[in-house]
Antibody
């Protein structure tokens, strides 16, 4: 059974840092990309960060709203993905979901979508 | 950035009835469109990808259609467990991956 379990959320003051973890099981972690998606209270879904599998360079992408402040990484030996969040703002308050991100080829073009999600970890940025 | 727009914002349906949800993209996304279901207090769950392919374990009463800029999710006969918020999401032009604002399906 595919499982993703987020941890590391909590209450943090503006300007401080937090690191989220996504511990996975039930699949070969190294074969998949991983993304983080967040949801502010009562709001919709917003993609935050993405990391390719090492087989496809392990390169990363970020939403404009977090670029330069957040960093996604992965430890394939432990099947864990991380989201390092620095210079946190009150607008970063949200539930953060880790997602297994599936790579497919569509007419020769690479596409990725989110096929399994964790239960999320809540980050509250407040003074 | 591709903007996804869902309608209606809220859909009131009686159990056993059919529900039709719409999603529009600001530019063509081909068939690179997914639908997710989110129940209250839970994580989203993938229902449909490739605009019309059901994900593993998704019941046949869920179906997706469309391509280009217009998409539809149909739930043929609503069950009690189907009352939730549904999001469409494009994965054609990335980054960023973008979601619609959601349609809440509530009990009439």
């Amino acid at each position: 059974e595919v499982q993703l379990v987020e941890s590391g959320g909590g209450l943090v003051q503006p300007g401080r840092s937090l690191r989220l973890s996504c511990t996975t099981s039930g699949f070969i972690f190294g074969d998949y990309a991983v993304s983080w998606v967040r949801q502010a209270p009562g709001k919709g879904l917003e993609w935050v960060a993405f990391i390719r599998s090492k087989a496809y360079t392990g390169a990363v992408e970020y939403a404009a709203s977090v670029n330069g402040r957040f960093a996604i990484s992965r430890d394939d030996s432990r099947s864990i993905a991380y989201l390092q969040m620095n210079s946190l703002k009150t607008d970063d308050t949200a539930m953060y979901y880790c997602t297994r991100t599936k790579r497919i080829l569509v007419v020769g073009e690479v596409r990725y979508f989110f096929d399994y999600w964790g239960q999320g970890t809540l980050v509250t940025v407040s003074s | 950035e591709i903007v996804m727009t869902q309608s209606p914002a809220t859909l009131s349906v009686s159990p056993g009835e059919r529900a039709t949800l719409s999603c529009r993209a600001s530019q063509s996304v081909s068939s690179n469109l997914a639908w997710y279901q989110q129940k209250a207090g839970q994580a989203p769950r993938l229902l449909i990808y490739g605009a019309s392919t059901r994900a593993t374990g998704i019941p046949a009463r869920f179906s997706g259609s469309g391509s280009g800029t217009e998409f539809t999710l149909t739930i043929s006969s609503l069950q009690s467990e189907d009352f939730a918020v549904y999001y469409c999401q494009q994965y054609d032009n990335w980054p960023p991956w973008t979601f619609g604002q959601g349609t809440k399906v509530e009990i009439k």
